[in-house]
Structures are given as C-alpha cells and as structure tokens.
C-alpha cells in the first residue's frame, strides 16, 4: 500500500514556475520531482503490506 503525499517542492501542482530576475513568471517547467504528477508516492518504510 502506497501513500500518496504532496509534492512539496511544486506543492502539489505538478510544476514549477520560472522566473527571472524581475519576478516576472517567465514559463513553467514540469516538476522534476515527481514528473509531473503533484504528488510523490511513499512506501512507508515499515510494515510493508501487500
Ligand atoms: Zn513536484
């Protein structure tokens, strides 16, 4: 059984914005850390459980 927690380096929106030096949002990037997805899935890392 997985857990699925919010990405929190995207907050769980699945990318993340760019910007310059302004402050200006220049694009959005997929977030590299969950691919995407706004969230991360965790197995806990015990009492794994089929
Ligand atoms: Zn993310």
């Known amino acids: 059984m997985t857990q699925k927690q919010a ?3 995207c907050e769980g ?3 993340t ?5 302004a402050g200006e949002i220049q694009r959005t990037e997929t977030c590299s850390f969950c691919s995407g997805l706004g969230y991360q899935e965790q197995e806990p890392e015990e009492e794994t459980e089929e």
Not at 17 to 21: M, S
């Open 17 to 21: 914005n760019i910007r310059d030096c």
């Open 13 to 15: 929106k699945g990318y």
């Open 7 to 9: 990405c929190n380096h």
